[in-house]
């Protein structure tokens, strides 16, 4: 049975009464014209009772339906997630039908699940959650691409600076060669061509024996200035080591003829001379390398000039790098005497290679 509002109840009821008030003070009023007045009368009191009713009852529908209460939503105990849309709206609200059978609560939540909701467009970048100042937008799927930015090329690397090269020596212009003793001489020549000096003094006392090295500084100076043989005596000629030691002839330019301490005198005469023993084959091969120190004239019967064709002949027959400029190791010292030399052993059972480590140790 439909349930009303205590307050419509009142209303009905004084409606009720008012209506039958009025009735009844109408019939009352009248005169009686004749004794069949009862009846009639109240017969057409049930008549127009019965109309004021149906009116009525059509007033307090109206009013009932103009008169809306709040509408209540019946709580879920399993709520779906929450969507913002759709909404509703008021034109929804469950008051269509008061005589329906109520069901619980206001509103009745709907059966089917929750459609999911539209999923966005394929073209909405979402907004990053990254606290970028400025975040940069990413190109959508129904434009071009977007060329990227030309990457600047990166500046060259410098290359490492190499190690500063000692400041070379001067070239030797003038005739007289640095050096006014045989062990100055050695030193001169070792700190240009990178040569041990112990190993210089080593193989000049091997190759033509030790009274050179007690030269006086005038002798030493004589001998170490170019073109001293032209007027020299022949004895200071073959003194001196200026003419072919294996033939005993002397140059033309020293006035010729020979010596008489030749060694091979029969041999294959290699023009070798000076202090070192050096060929002219030596001489000739080495003067690319001996330019930058002696750029206007060379000549093995020099002293100075003598020790820089060896230095320079011996490390480029090494075939090894030698470990620096000033000592060398045993097999390195014995290998350069080697290479000089053309073996080591010769002799009734003598080592020329041994005898020049030997003497090497020795002037350390």
């Known amino acids: 049975m439909l349930s009303i509002h205590p307050r419509i109840r009142i209303g009905i009821v004084l409606l009720a009464s008012f209506f039958v008030s009025g009735l009844i003070m109408k019939y009352t009023s009248d005169s009686p014209t004749h004794e069949a007045a009862p009846h009639i009368q109240l017969q057409t009191l049930a008549s127009d009772l019965t109309t004021s009713i149906a009116d009525s009852k059509s007033s307090i529908l109206t009013t009932i339906q103009s008169f809306r209460l709040p509408a209540l939503i019946s709580f879920n105990p399993h709520p779906q997630p929450f969507q913002e849309d759709p909404l509703i709206t008021p034109t929804e609200a469950p008051f269509e039908d008061l005589h329906a059978e109520p069901t619980q609560g206001w509103i009745t939540l709907p059966t089917s699940p929750p459609q999911s909701p539209t999923p966005p467009s394929t073209h909405i970048i979402p907004t990053s959650s990254t606290n970028s100042t400025n975040p940069t937008p990413r190109p959508t799927t129904n434009t071009s691409p977007i060329p990227p930015t030309t990457i600047p090329k990166p500046t060259k690397t410098p290359k490492p600076t190499k190690p500063p090269k000692p400041t070379p020596?001067?070239?030797?212009?003038?005739?007289?060669?640095?050096?006014?003793?045989?062990?100055?001489?050695?030193?001169?020549?070792?700190?240009?061509?990178?040569?041990?000096?112990?190993?210089?003094?080593?193989?000049?006392?091997?190759?033509?024996?030790?009274?050179?090295?007690?030269?006086?500084?005038?002798?030493?100076?004589?001998?170490?200035?170019?073109?001293?043989?032209?007027?020299?005596?022949?004895?200071?000629?073959?003194?001196?080591?200026?003419?072919?030691?294996?033939?005993?002839?002397?140059?033309?330019?020293?006035?010729?003829?020979?010596?008489?301490?030749?060694?091979?005198?029969?041999?294959?005469?290699?023009?070798?001379?000076?202090?070192?023993?050096?060929?002219?084959?030596?001489?000739?091969?080495?003067?690319?390398?001996?330019?930058?120190?002696?750029?206007?004239?060379?000549?093995?019967?020099?002293?100075?000039?003598?020790?820089?064709?060896?230095?320079?002949a011996t490390r480029n027959r090494l075939g090894v790098t030698p470990p620096g400029c000033d000592d060398w190791p045993q097999d390195i010292v014995k290998l350069a005497a080697e290479k000089h030399f053309g073996a080591c052993a010769y002799g009734n059972g003598k080592n020329y290679c041994t005898e020049v480590w030997n003497l090497y140790r020795s002037f350390k």
């Not at 020549?189 to 000096?197: I, T």
């Not at 080593?202 to 007690?214: D, P, V």
């Not at 080591?241 to 003829?257: E, H, I, K, M, N």
């Open 169 to 312: 020596y001067p070239a030797i212009t003038t005739d007289e060669r640095p050096g006014s003793t045989i062990q100055e001489v050695a030193r001169e020549v070792g700190k240009r061509a990178c040569f041990p000096y112990a190993l210089l003094m080593a193989t000049r006392t091997q190759e033509s024996g030790a009274w050179m090295n007690g030269m006086s500084a005038s002798t030493t100076k004589k001998y170490n200035t170019y073109g001293w043989w032209k007027s020299a005596s022949s004895g200071e000629v073959c003194a001196a080591l200026a003419y072919s030691t294996q033939s005993g002839l002397v140059p033309s330019d020293s006035g010729g003829g020979s010596c008489t301490n030749g060694v091979q005198p029969g041999a294959y005469d290699q023009k070798i001379m000076g202090l070192m023993q050096v060929s002219e084959e030596e001489e000739t091969k080495t003067r690319k390398y001996t330019q930058a120190t002696l750029p206007n004239s060379i000549d093995r019967r020099v002293l100075f000039d003598n020790m820089l064709i060896y230095a320079i």
